[in-house]
């Protein structure tokens, strides 16, 4: 439990840092913004599919 515990931290910690870096997350191509009148939806699939694809390539990198 610890050791998933810190990877989890680990993970969280580096995307801080991607996004501190500049990296456009969460407002790549792909991710849908509606606007109706004084309301918005924010839809964020791309980013949801590349941060999926990370930490599945992370966990089974840890798990060899």
Do not use: E, N, Q
Request: hydrophobic fraction near 55%; charged fraction near 10%.
């Amino acid at each position: 439990m610890g050791r998933t515990l810190v990877v989890i931290g680990l993970i969280v910690a580096g995307a801080g840092l991607v996004v501190m870096a500049g990296v456009p997350l969460g407002r790549l191509p792909g991710d849908l913004v509606i606007r109706r009148g004084s309301s918005t939806i924010y839809l964020p699939i791309v980013t949801c599919l590349l941060i999926s694809v990370v930490v599945s390539l992370v966990l089974s990198f840890l798990r060899r």
